[in-house]
């Protein structure tokens, strides 16, 4: 259900707050910040005032950063320290994130902040949320990133605005960081001690892109089911290799779970092979959907693990604790900035994400290659085969995509480069693994969008045999008639790329997955 209001308290934000607000689609909640929190985030500013009072050395709040730690800062600098830190870190690169993953890095950054260990006051928390509630939106740079002492480069981008410096963009405009907070009515504010370095120093970048391609990759995981039953059908393969029985002797969970939603999606077809001692089984691709997806869906539950912990964990540096009965203050200097646990989450779900686009393509190959497929289908499912060239580019464009996907699953966590004359000698590459993760989906989507027409192309061929009533499954029938919405049945070679692009949005969007779980009342846990 809908909520009005999401209050951030630092412990119960989920990937669904995160996609709700990250898409700000109507609806979307107004982002608020807990009294519980509010109270706990004051209590560690104060603390922070005391510690300069008394003229205590800390960590970022009266030393310099990185490898000036041991610099001394005095107590009538310690704002100027805060303000610089966001100047001087604020180089990032590339293109900046799309409003999406921007109002998702804003999101997790408050609600790292709102657990109260940062010793930010909540004046300057309330002033990103307001920015997140009316717009305001940070122009980040994507690359810059290390994945370890935070995501500083990009958290310096998003922060900018807070001093009304840096850019952001507001209805679609991109303007100065001041006047987009005065077109929404708000101020920039001074930094206090601590506070330039919590808003830097923590894995939010990274959590945002990983929170929202985890989110992409579980519903992609149920396209790539449909489109290999879709194939099924239209190959004439069998639905044997799913039954419940093989799966039970091998016990991986998501393998049984993916079996079973095969089996759900072909219930009832006309379309399959029952048993036939001619021809028992069919070749990898088709035969072994349960065991590569199954694995795929292992990875994504993996990292969906880590990013809900990570979404409500504390990442920056130093730490501020405050005893509650004594009110003795702590300081203490850590590394839950380092991004190791996203990284390598990120990595194996590039992997395999990069697996269900290989297996897809090769489908397709087989829907495509008429000796492949027994003749069952026409070469490159046209009918005038040397006059139409039919679907054989197609292949083409997923085999691209799916050996450039080769080339970005190769892990960013095994690399690692020395910073900060060589204080910070180990980094995780987190983002970089991030980032590319959301490459190999977008690669992975065309290839599945293209495997789905070509089998609703192999499909209509096969209904040219069985007659025009033959029935799909439960589950495919709903995603043929989509298919069949946005495009035809090709006669002739005609331009495909608009219809391709037209099943992938459906594909994106999740319209695809909607529309089958529907029927078959399979909920997306």
Known sequence: MARDVLYLDGESLQIEDVVAVAYGRPGTPRVELSAKAEARVARAARAVQELIGRGEVAYGITTGFGAFKDRLISAAEVETLQRNILLSHAVGA??????????????????????????????????????LNRGVHPRIPQK???????????????????????QAEVGGEVMAGAEALARVGLQPLTLAAKEGLALTNGTTVMCALGALATYRARRLSRVADIAGCLSLEALHGTPEAFDARIHELRPHPRQINCARYLRRLLEGSEFVRYH????????????????????????????????????NAVTDNPLIFVDEQSGEISVLSGGNFHGEPLA??????AIALAEM????????????????????????????????????????????????????????????????????DHVSMGATAALKVGQILDNVEHILAIELLAAAQGIDFRRQVLGPDAR???????????????????????????????????????????VVNAVIEEEML
């Not at 998003?158 to 840096?166: E, T, V």
């Not at 497929?373 to 139409?388: D, R, S």
């Open 472 to 514: 799909l499954g439960l589950g495919t029938q709903p995603a043929y008639d989509l298919i069949r919405e946005l495009a035809p049945f090709i006669e002739e070679d005609t331009l495909l790329y608009p219809y391709i692009m037209a099943v992938k949005e459906k594909v994106s969007n999740g319209e695809l997955v909607d």
């Open 144 to 166: 810059g990133s290390l994945g370890a002492s935070g995501d500083l480069a990009p958290l310096a981008h998003m922060s900018l605005p807070l001093i009304g410096l840096g």
């Open 94 to 131: 590339g293109e900046p994130f799309d409003t999406a993953t921007t109002r998702a890095i804003m999101l997790i950054r408050a609600n790292t902040l709102a657990r109260g260990y940062s010793g930010i006051r909540p004046q300057t928390l309330k002033l990103l949320l307001e920015m």
């Open 276 to 311: 036939d001692p001619t021809n028992i089984q069919d070749a990898y691709t088709l035969r072994c959907i349960p065991q590569v997806h199954g694995a795929v869906r292992d990875a994504i539950a993996y990292a969906r693990w880590v990013v809900d912990i990570e979404l």
């Open 344 to 349: 390598i989450a990120m990595d194996y779900m």
């Open 357 to 424: 686009g290989n297996i897809s393509e090769r489908r397709l190959m087989r829907l495509t290659d008429e000796a492949s497929n027994a003749h069952v289908l026409p070469a490159f499912l046209t009918q005038k085969g040397g006059l139409n060239s039919g679907f054989m580019i197609t292949q083409y464009t997923a085999a691209a995509l799916a050996t450039e996907n080769k080339v970005l699953a190769h892990p960013a966590s095994v690399d690692t480069i020395p910073t900060s004359a060589n204080v910070e």
